[in-house]
């Protein structure tokens, strides 16, 4: 694990345009560039916020960050975490192991609370949320259109600290 760097943005922007082009896990729906990429992990991280790689062999084999929740002062010590994981990861543990050190991250940063929203059905992201302690408080009925097709999301909070 280590933080992200700007020339990580096309491996990131590859894992990340396999979910928007073939799943419905993302709400976008067109691919995201290397530069635009690179921009939004230099956001994250300007704002005092973890966006972190998982290497294997040299290779990235996914990521996580965290944004803020929403702009309101009030809300600063709330975030939205996200995993994402090259899809042939799935299931070796990179996930759970990214979200440890995010989640660790944002808890010495004296974050209180991480959010995670799932597009829903989606049974491997709600097991990493729940094995890693979120419970879920939230459930959207078709909120997004993608493919065709109406797609309901679920949020899962974590408490970080008091």
Known sequence: MRDARVDDAEAIASIYNHY???????F?????????????????????????????????????????WRVRHA????VESSVYLDHRRAGQGVGSALYRVVLDRLRTGAYHLAIGGIALPNTAS???????????????????????????????QLVLGK
């Open 20 to 26: 928007v082009l073939t799943t419905a896990i993302s």
């Open 28 to 68: 976008e729906e067109t691919e995201v560039s290397a530069i635009d990429m690179a921009g939004r992990i230099a956001d994250v991280q300007a704002a005092g916020l973890p966006w972190l790689v998982a290497e294997i062999d040299g290779v990235i084999a996914g990521y996580a960050y965290a944004t803020k």
């Open 75 to 78: 809300y600063r010590f709330s």
């Open 126 to 156: 709600v097991a990493l949320h729940e094995k890693m302690g979120f419970v879920k408080v939230a459930h959207f009925s078709e909120v997004g259109f993608k493919f065709g097709k109406w797609t309901d999301v679920g949020y899962w």
